[in-house]
């Protein structure tokens, strides 16, 4: 914990409002005032998660796992536990999340209540959020409970896409997030999406276009340009939200293990390039809406989807284009300008692909010739 104290110390001179108490032992006391932040006791959370209870896990998280809990004055609270608190991730980890949710204020984004610190572990204190992920909703939900509809979709893909916006053009410095996926999009009483899950995100100064550093998030959702080079930029995240996007039109994960032996098969956004492609547009769509939803406003989503996950993160458009998008405005232009550019990169990458594939089998066949010779 001593990185969190450290950082609690240090938050006044980051000029953020907070009043920090110390005492001679360098440990923070029971004063502490963390801007509008409440720190709450230990037993105060021990009672409200019923001794932290099996039965009140909401979800796991890297270092511990996320309780439903009730305060004395009624009020319903997620309470996230870091209790691997030897491993230096987990700390750094919290202390980013506490950091960046101070900063980061905005109707899509998680809000943090308060928190509390014992010399063995952190907890902070969430609302609740009733109506759980995105994830649980497309792909968890138990036998009677209701599909999340075609209009609640659209409005969650809105609703991220702020959050987003805002931390990538709102902030200073900015935040990128590096974690965009299902899991990590809370609806709340109204299914209105919230965006969770900082422990990744990086602080960037804004005049910087990009940042090298250790690469960071869910396969299947980091963007490829920051996968293979480890260069983060929001663009970044503008791919993990078309991840996302996707699995809001299909209820499917980004990567489905069970094809993975069939390579091109496993990966979400390869099918549903394929099936654009092939204009089967309702095979791309989560079986479980029965129908019910309107094509054109798919088709939309998926095209914005496929513009967020652009090879290239200079092609990628800024989340508040994709904002603007999402009501149809800009669309169409940005479409149309794609199409020839993605004709030409499928049409080398298919190219290149007969090449690898000739050269094999070329190295297959000799290697037969040689084999089959006079010995």
């Not at 809000?111 to 204190?125: A, K, M, Q, S, Y």
């Not at 759980?132 to 009677?144: N, T």
């Not at 809001?248 to 069939?262: K, M, N, P």
């Not at 999402?326 to 993605?342: I, M, N, S």
């Amino acid at each position: 914990m001593g990185g969190f104290l450290c950082f609690l110390r240090k938050s006044r001179q980051r000029g953020y409002k907070r009043d920090v108490f110390v005492d001679v032992a360098g440990e923070v006391d029971r004063r502490i005032a963390f801007g509008q932040l409440k720190r709450f006791a230990w037993r105060e959370l021990q009672l409200a998660t019923d001794n932290f209870s099996e039965k009140n896990v909401l979800w796991q998280v890297d270092y511990g796992n996320v309780y439903k809990g009730v305060l004395s004055d009624s009020t319903k609270v997620a309470v996230k536990r870091l209790t691997d608190y030897e491993n230096p991730g987990g700390d750094a980890a919290f202390q980013r999340e506490v950091e960046m949710l101070t900063v980061a204020v905005h109707r899509n984004l998680l809000r943090l209540i308060g928190f509390c610190t014992t010399p063995t572990e952190c907890l902070l204190v969430h609302p609740y959020m009733q109506n759980l992920s995105v994830a649980y909703q497309l792909r968890e939900i138990k036998p009677g409970e209701p599909v999340l509809d075609w209009p609640t979709r659209k409005r969650v893909a809105l609703g991220t896409a702020r959050g987003l916006e805002y931390l990538h053009e709102h902030c200073n410095p900015k935040i990128i997030h590096r974690d965009v996926k299902a899991e990590n999009v809370l609806l709340d009483e109204d299914f209105e999406a919230v965006v969770e899950g900082f422990g990744l995100a990086k602080l960037v100064d804004v005049r910087k276009t990009n940042v090298t550093t250790q690469v960071r998030g869910t396969m299947g959702h980091i963007a490829p340009d920051y996968l293979s080079t480890g260069k983060l930029s929001e663009r970044a995240d503008v791919f993990g939200y078309g991840i996302m996007l996707l699995e809001l039109v299909t209820g499917q994960r980004a990567i489905d293990f069970s094809r993975v032996e069939v390579e091109d098969d496993a990966f979400l956004l390869d099918r549903v390039k394929k099936l654009q492609r092939e204009k089967h547009l309702d095979a791309i769509v989560d079986r479980n809406l029965n129908g019910n939803y309107n094509i054109q406003e798919v088709e939309m989503m998926i095209q914005v989807a496929l513009l967020c996950t652009q090879q290239s993160p200079e092609d990628r458009p800024a989340m508040s284009e994709v904002v603007h998008m999402l009501a149809g405005e800009g669309l169409a232009k940005r479409w149309e300008e794609w199409q020839p550019v993605e004709v030409t990169r499928r049409q080398e990458y298919e190219s290149l692909q007969r090449r690898f594939d000739w050269e094999e089998d070329s190295v297959y066949n000799q290697d037969a010739i040689e084999l089959s010779g006079g010995r």
